[in-house]
Structures are given as C-alpha cells and as structure tokens.
C-alpha cells in the first residue's frame, strides 16, 4: 500500500480556484491509478476525476468536465486536482485514493485501497 497526504483545501467564493495536492509515500507511485473522490455531508462519496499510472488516460465526472483537471507528477510522487470555476455544489471533503487496478472508465470505490485522510473545500455563494 501507499501512504497519502492530501493538501491545499479550503474557503473560496464562487468562480474562484482551488489546486489539491496529493502526496504518496512508499513504494511503486508510478504503479498506480490515482483517484480523487468527493463526500459532502448526508451523501454518498463520488468519484471526481482519475488518472492512470502513465498520465495519458483520465476520468471526469460530468459534473466536473470542463472545470477540473488532474494531473500526477511521477518523480515527485504527487498527483494534483486544478479546480476552477468552482460552484457551492462543489462544496466537500476530497479524498485522494490509489488502485492497483487499470483506470478504465468511472472509478469503482472498492477498487482503491489506500486513502487519505481527507481536505475540505467550501465554496461560498
């Protein structure tokens, strides 16, 4: 498994932008498809984006498409959410996750085992 420390959460107006960061301990970064996922209070986590071990294939959610782009950095063992435009419906507690499994379309939860602890963002209306 591999450690992860999500960071660069926080309090933003609406239309303005948030960069997440995501850093990996341990062994075989580069070996992983990385996820961020999304929970806001009384709903279901929700995958946002992912992006495979190579960097060349990526997920969007609908609902992000256009807005959000991630992003890794192999040698730096870190993978990135750029968030612009943002909206309160982005309002939530991101998790970064990673997978042993090949990304391939939308990211199924029980297939990322190792997770962070978490970063809020908030987006005021």
């Known amino acids: 498994q591999v450690q992860l420390v999500e960071s660069g959460g926080g309090l933003v107006q609406a239309g303005g932008s948030l960069r997440l960061s995501c850093a990996a301990s341990g062994r075989f970064f580069s070996s992983y498809t990385m996820g961020w996922f999304r929970q806001a209070p009384g709903k279901e986590r929700e995958s946002v984006a992912a992006?495979?071990?190579?960097?060349?294939?990526?997920y969007y959610a609908d609902s992000v498409k256009g807005r959000f782009t991630i992003s890794r950095d192999n040698a730096k063992n870190t993978v990135y959410l750029q968030m612009n435009s943002l909206n309160p419906e982005d309002t939530a507690v991101y998790y970064c996750?990673?997978?042993?499994?090949?990304?391939?379309?939308?990211?199924?939860?029980?297939?990322?085992?190792?997770w962070g602890q978490g970063t809020q963002v908030t987006v005021s209306s």
């Open positions: 992006i495979s071990w190579s960097g060349s294939n990526t």
């Open positions: 996750a990673a997978s042993d499994w090949v990304l391939a379309g939308e990211p199924v939860l029980h297939e990322y085992d190792s």
